[in-house]
Each structure stands twice: as structure tokens, then as C-alpha cells.
């Protein structure tokens, strides 16, 4: 129903969080220059999010001429004992969300489902060398120190990523129990990978809601990660001829 950039605008899809990011990634790696891009969900559990992000990945690359490939990152086994209070283990315990493997094998197009522990998974991925850039990220994990260790893939040569990663964070918001801060959980995660690291943020969008048709929850749960230092950073991605460049009498 209508054309990619039509139904973006107006979140006309199952998930309408992933359509924006992994749009919005592959439209500013092609301003950019970049061929291609990985795009990637941290905590895949049945599966069904990493079906519906190949689904919108293959829909984008066609409709923008970007390759996108699509990977899942799980324990496969379901969540791993919490390692503190920071965990939300008053609403999540050991063994949640279980995966059928082969269930889900046989259901996925292409994805690459990389299963163990993100603490030994993400940095034996980057080693390989092989990916495209990062471009978007779901973070789905719902530990504060899965999400830590998660945010490894934002490591390594600038060349491993866009110099703005659009990333979705499920994690901010329900259940009601869980008093979401930023003193555990994502919250607390994205907050400290901050301190830790002088020229990389991960921030909102200022003010991203009046930016959308549709007012969603998940328009607060944008985040873009900057990297302040890669060489792309100030590269201008705006369009000849675009409305900013010109402010007539
Ligand atoms: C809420 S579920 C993900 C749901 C999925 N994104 C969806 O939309 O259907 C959280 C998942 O994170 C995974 N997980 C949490 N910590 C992990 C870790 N340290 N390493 C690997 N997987 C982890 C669990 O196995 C679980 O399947």
C-alpha cells in the first residue's frame, strides 16, 4: 500500500519503528556513498521481529538500490540469570523467552542468526571483518548488562559503521513493574556507554514526535548513536537544491 517513503511517513507496517530506522539508515548511507549496510536485532527470541526486519530490509533495499543485510543476535536459549538489580530481575527471571530454533530457521530468507551469549558472540562477529557498516539496531535484550555488552558492535574502525547508527530501544517502557530509569536496565545502559566514551553518544532525536504524522510511544525510543570522530560525520547528506540552502527575501 503506497510507496516506501509514503508508508515510512506514515508507519504503515508491522513494525513501523524498524521501517523508520532501517530506512532512514540505508537513505543516509547512499547520501553517504556506502553500498551496502548490516542492519541488526539484539535479542530475537521466537523470532518474529528479526522475520518482520528481514521482511522491511528486503522491501528498503529494493525500493532504495542499498544491499542490507540482515542479522539476529540470541542466546537461543533465553535469557541468562541476571547479574544485578540493574538486570530488572523484579520483572524478568532466567530462561524467558525461549527460541525453536529450527522452527525459526526455517522461516527466515537470508538473516544470519548468530546464537551464545552477545558477551562472546558480538566481538567474535566484528573479528571476522566481513560485515557492512552498521547502520541500524534494535535492542532488545532487556538487561542492563546484555545491553552493555551489546553495545560493543558500536567498537572498532569507524569503517564498521555509519557516522549516525539509528537505533530502536524496546526496553524503555513496560512492564508497568519495572519503573523504568536510568538507573537500570537500557536506561542505565545507554547513560553509562556515554560517560565511557568522549566522542560517542547515544541521544534522541530532538523533539523526533512533532516530526512524525502519527504520535507513537515508539517515537521515544529513537535513539541515534554519533560518532563524533568517524570520517563521515560532517559529511553534508542533504540534497542540491534542498529547502535549507536558501532563505529568499
Ligand atoms: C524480549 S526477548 C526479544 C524479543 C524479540 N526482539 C521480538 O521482538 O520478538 C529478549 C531476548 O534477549 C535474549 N538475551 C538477553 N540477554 C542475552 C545475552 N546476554 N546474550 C544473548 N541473548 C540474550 C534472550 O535470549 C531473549 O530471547
Known amino acids: 500500500m503506497g510507496s516506501l517513503e509514503l508508508r515510512v511517513k506514515y508507519g504503515i507496517w508491522s513494525r513501523p519503528n524498524y521501517a523508520y530506522g532501517v530506512c532512514n539508515a540505508a537513505l543516509l548511507a547512499r547520501r553517504l556513498g556506502v553500498p551496502g549496510i548490516s542492519v541488526i536485532e539484539f535479542g530475537v527470541a521466537g523470532g518474529r521481529g528479526l522475520l518482520a526486519l528481514e521482511d522491511i530490509a528486503a522491501r528498503v533495499s529494493r525500493n532504495l538500490g542499498v544491499r542490507i543485510d540482515v542479522v539476529g543476535f540470541d542466546s537461543g536459549q533465553g535469557m541468562p540469570p541476571p547479574a544485578d538489580y540493574r538486570d530488572l530481575a523484579h520483572v524478568r527471571d532466567t530462561g524467558y523467552y525461549q ?148 532563505i529568499p527575501l
Not at 529450527?102 to 546464537?115: C, H, N, P, S
Not at 557492512?132 to 538487561?143: A, I, K, M, N, W
Not at 519495572?178 to 547515544?202: T, V
Not at 512524525?212 to 529513537?222: A, G, K, L, S, T
Open 99 to 246: 527460541m525453536d530454533h529450527d522452527k525459526l530457521r526455517a522461516r527466515l530468507a537470508g538473516a544470519e542468526l548468530v546464537l551464545g551469549n552477545v558477551n562472546e558472540t558480538v566481538p567474535a562477529w566484528l573479528a571476522r571483518e566481513k560485515m557492512l557498516p552498521v547502520g541500524f539496531v534494535s535492542f532488545d535484550l532487556d538487561y542492563y548488562s546484555s545491553t552493555m555488552q551489546a553495545f560493543r558492535i558500536f567498537e572498532g574502525p569507524s569503517a564498521w559503521r555509519l557516522p549516525r547508527v539509528y537505533c530502536y530501544f524496546d526496553d524503555l517502557v513496560w512492564p508497568e513493574f519495572a519503573c523504568h530509569n536510568e538507573y537500570i536496565g537500557e536506561l542505565c545502559a545507554i547513560k553509562d556507554f556515554n560517560s565511557q566514551h568522549p566522542d560517542r553518544k547515544i541521544c534522541p532525536i530532538n523533539m523526533f514526535r512533532y516530526m512524525r504524522i502519527h504520535d507513537e510511544r515508539w517515537n521515544e525510543q529513537i535513539y541515534v548513536l554519533h560518532d563524533f570522530a568517524h570520517p563521515l560525520y560532517t559529511k553534508n547528506v542533504m540534497p542540491t537544491g534542498d529547502l535549507y540552502r536558501e
